[in-house]
C-alpha cells in the first residue's frame, strides 16, 4: 500500500488558519493603494474575476464586472448560439458605451469534440468583435485532455489569444499547464461552497496551501502564467490572503450569485428574497443541460439558494475596501509589495473564533 503523503510532515492549511502580521506602514490612504493586475494578457483595475458558471456569469454579468474593473468569464453550459449572443451583447455594450472602455470579451469552453466545435463556432461568428482570452473550463486540468485542448486553441489561433487553463490544485499541475501555453492558470480543487468533489472522490487540497505550492513552482521554474485563487473564498480578507501566497486574483461565484446582474430570477422563500446558486457538477446541471448523469459517474456538486444581495457594485466595493485596507497593515501600494512584505502567522481554533465578530453571537 502507498503511505506516502504529498509533503511529509506538512499540513495543509485553508484561509481560516493563518493570519496576516501587522507591520510598519507608511501608507496614509487606502485610497491612495493600486488594485491593478494582469491575467492573461488583460489589464485589470480591480484583482476579482466572476466564475463560468450558469447562475454566475452570463453577459449582463460579465458587462458590470467589465465596468467595476474586473473580468466575467462567459459559462459553457449553455447552447453554442446562446452563448455566441451573450459574446457579442458584451461587445456591443462597449461600442454603444465609450465611457466604460474595453470591457473583456472571454468565453469558457470545455474540451474534446464538443469544445473543438464550440471555439471553431466563436470564432467564426465574433467579427467585428475581438475575443480577449478563452477559458479552457475542467475540473481536473491537470490531464492530456488539457494538454489537447490547449495544443487546438493554439493552432486554431496562431497562439494570439490567451489561454486561462483549469482548474489544478499542485505546483506540478501548475507548471504543467504553463508549459504548455496556458497565460493564467485556476487554482484550486474542491473549495467551493457548492462542491462535493471531496466528500465524493478523496481528492482536494486546501485552496491557500494550493496557491502557496504553485507560486513556488512559479517562482522555481521562472513560470509567467497568472495564478487565479478559485475556490473556498467567503471574505474580504480570503483575497487578501489568496494575494500574498501568490494569486494575482481571485474567482468567485457564490458571492455573486444573489446579486441583479447574475442568471435567472428573485424568488421569495421563507419570506425571503433569494436567487439560484449551482455547481455545474451538480445532478441538477447534468439532467438540465445533459441529458442527466451518465451510467457509472456521481454528481460533485449541489444546488442551492442564496439570498438576494443587490448589485455587484456593493460586493465587489467591499472585497476591493478590505484588501485596500489590508494593504494599509503592511504598509504596501499595490499587489507586488503586498505579496512582497506580508507574513502568514498560523493560528488555533480560539484564534479563529476570535478573528469573527464574536461579540454578535449570541
Same mark, same amino acid.
Given at each position: 500500500?502507498?503511505?506516502?503523503?504529498?509533503?511529509?510532515?506538512?499540513?495543509?492549511?485553508?484561509? &481560516?488558519? @493563518?493570519?496576516?502580521?501587522?507591520?510598519?506602514? &507608511?501608507?496614509?490612504?487606502?485610497?491612495?493603494?493600486?488594485?491593478?493586475?494582469?491575467? *492573461?494578457?488583460?489589464?485589470?483595475?480591480?484583482?476579482?474575476?466572476?466564475?463560468?458558471? +450558469?447562475?454566475?456569469?452570463?453577459?449582463?454579468?460579465?458587462?458590470?464586472?467589465?465596468?467595476? =474593473? =474586473?473580468?466575467?468569464?462567459?459559462?459553457?453550459?449553455?447552447?453554442?448560439?446562446?452563448?455566441?449572443?451573450?459574446?457579442?451583447?458584451?461587445?456591443?455594450?462597449?461600442?454603444? &458605451?465609450?465611457?466604460?472602455?474595453?470591457?473583456?470579451?472571454?468565453?469558457?469552453?470545455? @474540451? %474534446?469534440?464538443?469544445?473543438?466545435?464550440?471555439?471553431?463556432?466563436?470564432?467564426?461568428?465574433?467579427?467585428?468583435?475581438?475575443?480577449?482570452?478563452?477559458?479552457? &473550463?475542467?475540473?481536473?486540468?491537470?490531464?492530456?485532455?488539457?494538454?489537447?485542448?490547449?495544443?487546438?486553441?493554439?493552432?486554431?489561433? =496562431? $497562439?494570439?489569444?490567451?489561454?486561462?487553463? %483549469?482548474?489544478?490544485?499542485?505546483?506540478?499541475?501548475?507548471?504543467?499547464?504553463?508549459?504548455?501555453?496556458?497565460?493564467?492558470? !485556476?487554482?484550486?480543487?474542491?473549495?467551493?461552497?457548492?462542491?462535493?468533489?471531496?466528500?465524493?472522490?478523496?481528492?482536494?487540497?486546501?485552496?491557500?496551501?494550493?496557491?502557496? +505550492?504553485?507560486?513556488?513552482?512559479?517562482?522555481?521554474?521562472?513560470?509567467? *502564467?497568472?495564478?487565479?485563487?478559485?475556490?473556498?473564498?467567503?471574505?474580504?480578507?480570503?483575497?487578501?490572503?489568496?494575494?500574498?501566497? $501568490?494569486?494575482?486574483?481571485?474567482?468567485?461565484?457564490?458571492?455573486?450569485?444573489?446579486?441583479?446582474?447574475?442568471?435567472?430570477?428573485? /424568488?421569495?422563500?421563507?419570506?425571503?428574497?433569494?436567487?439560484?446558486?449551482?455547481?455545474?457538477?451538480?445532478?441538477? /446541471?447534468?439532467?438540465?443541460?445533459?441529458?442527466?448523469?451518465?451510467?457509472?459517474?456521481? *454528481?460533485?456538486?449541489?444546488?442551492?439558494?442564496?439570498?438576494?444581495?443587490?448589485?455587484?457594485?456593493?460586493?465587489?466595493?467591499?472585497?476591493?475596501?478590505?484588501?485596500?485596507?489590508?494593504?494599509?497593515?503592511? $504598509?504596501?501600494?499595490?499587489?507586488?509589495?503586498?505579496?512582497?512584505?506580508?507574513?502568514?502567522?498560523?493560528?488555533?481554533?480560539? %484564534?479563529?473564533?476570535?478573528?469573527?465578530?464574536?461579540?454578535? !453571537?449570541?
Amino acid at each position: 500500500m502507498n503511505n506516502t503523503f504529498f509533503k511529509k510532515d506538512s499540513i495543509s492549511l485553508a484561509f &481560516d488558519d @493563518v493570519l496576516l502580521v501587522p507591520s510598519y506602514s &507608511d501608507i496614509k490612504s487606502r485610497m491612495s493603494t493600486n488594485l491593478s493586475t494582469s491575467i *492573461a494578457g488583460i489589464s485589470l483595475s480591480v484583482p476579482i474575476i466572476s466564475s463560468p458558471m +450558469d447562475t454566475v456569469t452570463e453577459s449582463s454579468m460579465a458587462i458590470a464586472m467589465g465596468k467595476e =474593473g =474586473g473580468l466575467g468569464i462567459i459559462h459553457r453550459f449553455m447552447s453554442i448560439e446562446e452563448q455566441i449572443l451573450n459574446l457579442r451583447a458584451v461587445g456591443r455594450e462597449c461600442s454603444s &458605451d465609450n465611457s466604460c472602455g474595453k470591457i473583456p470579451i472571454v468565453p469558457a469552453i470545455g @474540451v %474534446g469534440e464538443e469544445g473543438r466545435r464550440r471555439i471553431n463556432q466563436i470564432l467564426l461568428s465574433m467579427s467585428p468583435y475581438s475575443i480577449d482570452a478563452i477559458a479552457i &473550463d475542467i475540473a481536473n486540468g491537470h490531464s492530456i485532455l488539457m494538454r489537447d485542448m490547449i495544443d487546438f486553441v493554439n493552432q486554431k489561433t =496562431g $497562439g494570439s489569444i490567451p489561454i486561462i487553463a %483549469g482548474n489544478v490544485a499542485t505546483g506540478s499541475g501548475f507548471s504543467y499547464l504553463a508549459e504548455a501555453g496556458a497565460s493564467a492558470i !485556476r487554482v484550486g480543487i474542491g473549495g467551493g461552497s457548492i462542491c462535493k468533489t471531496r466528500i465524493m472522490t478523496g481528492f482536494g487540497m486546501p485552496t491557500l496551501s494550493s496557491i502557496m +505550492d504553485c507560486y513556488e513552482a512559479k517562482i522555481s521554474g521562472g513560470l509567467e *502564467a497568472s495564478i487565479i485563487a478559485d475556490g473556498g473564498i467567503k471574505y474580504p480578507a480570503d483575497l487578501a490572503k489568496s494575494v500574498v501566497a $501568490g494569486a494575482d486574483a481571485i474567482m468567485v461565484g457564490r458571492i455573486f450569485a444573489g446579486t441583479e446582474e447574475s442568471p435567472g430570477e428573485v /424568488v421569495i422563500l421563507d419570506g425571503e428574497k433569494k436567487k439560484a446558486y449551482r455547481g455545474m457538477a451538480s445532478k441538477e /446541471v447534468q439532467e438540465d443541460r445533459r441529458g442527466g448523469l451518465k451510467p457509472g459517474t456521481c *454528481a460533485e456538486g449541489v444546488s442551492t439558494h442564496v439570498p438576494f444581495n443587490g448589485s455587484i457594485t456593493e460586493v465587489v466595493g467591499n472585497f476591493c475596501g478590505g484588501l485596500r485596507s489590508a494593504m494599509t497593515y503592511a $504598509g504596501s501600494s499595490n499587489i507586488v509589495e503586498l505579496r512582497e512584505s506580508a507574513k502568514f502567522i498560523r493560528i488555533s481554533d480560539s %484564534g479563529i473564533s476570535e478573528s469573527h465578530a464574536f461579540g454578535t !453571537r449570541k
